[in-house]
């Protein structure tokens, strides 16, 4: 189980990454108006659920590049962003002025419950390495079929009458030296936690669950 913890740890980082992507600069609008332009240009790339874009918003940074190290392909990467992002979406709401350099916006977001989602998948982990023992000698193996259950159990729990899970938030967005509107670095980490549909709590949870 240590290697699940490893795989999952790995990819949390990664996202947790993506929120410290610049937004953009805008010109002729207003602060208001640029601020949720930033925000509305990360999110989407979140929902896009597609590496490349993200990483060119990242300004060619190798964002996923220790969750690809870990995995050992970035056919499983994708398949995990996928999954973690294939059921997000949001809504922004009417942008709070602070002050010159700060400005809050209320959102509404959704995604599929990462917690069930979790615990759905692993059980499914567990039995299948009941049932398969060598399979923990076989890294490649194991990390694909670790891909492949987390997939399944994101759907599973989607796809249930309760498997969704919306939350409203506030993004705190603050003006940088270079006039670009980014997501604030003190940003509560519950926020992050519900775009992720509760994802980070799950893996807490996991990880006291196992003893870690």
């Known amino acids: 189980m240590k290697k699940l913890l490893k795989i999952t740890v790995s990819l949390l980082m990664s996202l947790m990454i993506v ?19 930033s925000l509305d240009k990360i999110l989407s790339a979140l929902k896009s659920a597609d590496m490349t874009a993200i990483e060119e918003l990242a300004g060619g940074e190798d ?16 398949s995990i962003l996928t999954s973690m992002f294939g059921h997000f979406d949001y ?5 709070e002025v602070v002050d010159d350099t700060h400005i809050n916006i209320p959102a509404t977001v959704s995604n599929a419950d990462m917690q069930k989602a979790t615990d759905t998948w692993l ?9 398969n023992p060598d399979i923990a ?3 490649k193996a194991l990390h694909a079929k ?7 159990a994101v759907e ?9 899970v919306t939350n409203d938030v506030v993004f705190p967005m603050v ?29 807490n949870n996991l990880t006291q669950q196992l003893g870690e």
């Open 91 to 95: 809504t922004l709401g009417t942008p």
């Open 146 to 152: 670790t891909v492949e259950l987390l997939s399944g």
């Open 123 to 131: 059980a499914d982990l567990m039995a299948f390495a009941m049932s």
């Open 156 to 164: 599973k729990t989607a796809s249930a009458e309760d498997g969704i």
């Open 175 to 203: 003006k940088n030296d270079e006039g670009v509107w980014d997501i604030s670095e003190d940003i509560d980490e519950s926020v992050l936690d519900a775009v992720m549909g509760g994802f980070m709590t799950a893996i």
């Open 63 to 78: 964002v996923f590049g220790e969750a690809e190290e870990t995995l050992g392909s970035e056919e499983d990467v994708q």
């Open 19 to 37: 929120f410290a992507f610049a937004g953009c600069g805008g010109s002729g609008t207003s602060p208001e108006d640029e601020a949720t332009a």
């Open 137 to 139: 000698s076989d890294e």
